[in-house]
């Protein structure tokens, strides 16, 4: 594509993910229901109290200390972030 006139010089040498072989880890922690009602109970929260603090409804917290749902985005990384470090990494 440089030589083609495509893509200048400081384009080219530019390094983005697409050129890399390998992609970055995303986060595999899988937490279960029971995970996660004992991260909520160790901070000694109320589900409504531990679903504001990871802006998510009450609903959704029953559903993943349930097992109904499993958490997935934003909420599994802030999940993942209060397993290793505590509930004091995100307040």
Known sequence: MRAS???TKAEHEK????HKAEIPPAVKA???GRQI???REHAN???AVFARYLN???GY???LERGVRRPTG?????LDVIRRKGIEAIL
């Not at 390094?15 to 697409?18: L, P």
């Not at 934003?74 to 802030?78: D, G, Y």
Request: hydrophobic fraction near 55%.
């Open 5 to 7: 006139g495509l893509l």
């Open 15 to 18: 390094i983005t993910m697409r």
């Open 30 to 32: 899988s937490l279960t």
């Open 37 to 39: 009602r004992a991260l």
């Open 45 to 47: 929260l109320s589900q």
């Open 56 to 58: 998510l409804t009450v």
């Open 61 to 63: 917290v029953s559903q």
């Open 74 to 78: 934003p909420a599994l990384v802030l």
